[in-house]
């Protein structure tokens, strides 16, 4: 574990918001505390649903904005094959991280290089079975390492336990590595296992039916920092 307390961020996940009012629940998020959007786009191929694309990822990105200003990133969550195609278009359409799973492309490589060459952070994504070995080779060049802590495709699903383990290797390497690299984890995040993903070493925490499932967006936030500072 770093010896500095790291700089923790939530990221509401739009899967959870409703979509017939999906620019009022974005705005609600933001409102409420979130640091980051995640943004799950399913193809129906990869994963077995099908959510959005780059046009409403366009059409949010105004909305992303807090009330001093600032902008809020958008997290862009590919589950998605082939890769390349779609990442370059939401790169267009706003996104500032793009993340893809390593299985879903022929050429990681390749993949993460044309994120960057658009201009933004480029993650990989790890499956509950999938091991972490590809970054061996890529750690050098992304920006994100993000954990599945369920199989991808749905939210509400419960957390995977060995993610935690998952998550400590990771934290090892991205600390060998001297980089600064985020380390999120998606999946079953709730209030009462926040703390224990972070002390495996997150900082970073996607709740996608965590925080829509309840009324009151900051009231779930607060409760996440607060388990966070305990
Ligand atoms: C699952 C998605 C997650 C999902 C998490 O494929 O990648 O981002 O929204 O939802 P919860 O927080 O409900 O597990
Ligand atoms: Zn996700």
Not at 31 to 45: E, P, S
Not at 50 to 58: D, R, S
Not at 104 to 110: E, I, L, P, Q
Not at 123 to 149: C, E, H, Q, R, Y
Request: glycine content about 8%; hydrophobic content about 45%; charged content about 25%.
């Amino acid at each position: 574990m770093p010896n500095t307390t790291p700089t923790y961020r939530i990221a509401p996940s739009l899967l959870s918001a409703d979509f017939a009012r999906l620019g009022d629940e974005l705005k609600a998020v933001i409102a409420g505390g979130a640091d980051w959007i995640h943004f799950d786009v399913m193809d129906n191929h990869y994963v077995p649903n099908l959510t959005f694309g780059p046009m409403v990822c366009q059409a949010l990105k105004p909305h992303c904005v807090r009330a001093d200003g600032s902008a809020v990133p958008i997290d862009v969550h590919l589950m998605v094959q082939p890769v390349d195609a779609l990442a370059a278009a939401f790169a267009d359409a706003g996104a500032d991280l793009i993340s893809f799973h390593p299985e879903a492309s022929g050429h990681v490589h390749r993949s993460v290089q044309a994120i960057k060459a658009k201009g933004c952070k480029a993650g990989l994504v790890f499956n509950p079975a999938t091991p972490l070995d590809v970054l061996d080779w890529t750690i050098d060049d992304i920006d994100l390492i993000l954990i599945m802590s369920v199989n991808p495709g749905f939210g509400g699903q419960s957390f995977i336990d060995s993610a935690l383990r998952k998550v400590e290797q990771a934290r090892k390497r991205i600390e060998a590595s001297g980089r600064d690299i985020r380390l999120e984890v998606d999946g079953g995040i709730k209030i009462d296992n926040i703390r224990r993903v972070a002390d495996a070493g997150a900082d970073t925490f996607v709740a996608g039916s965590a925080i829509f499932g309840k009324p009151d967006y900051r009231a779930v936030m607060d409760a996440m920092r607060a388990a966070l500072k305990d």
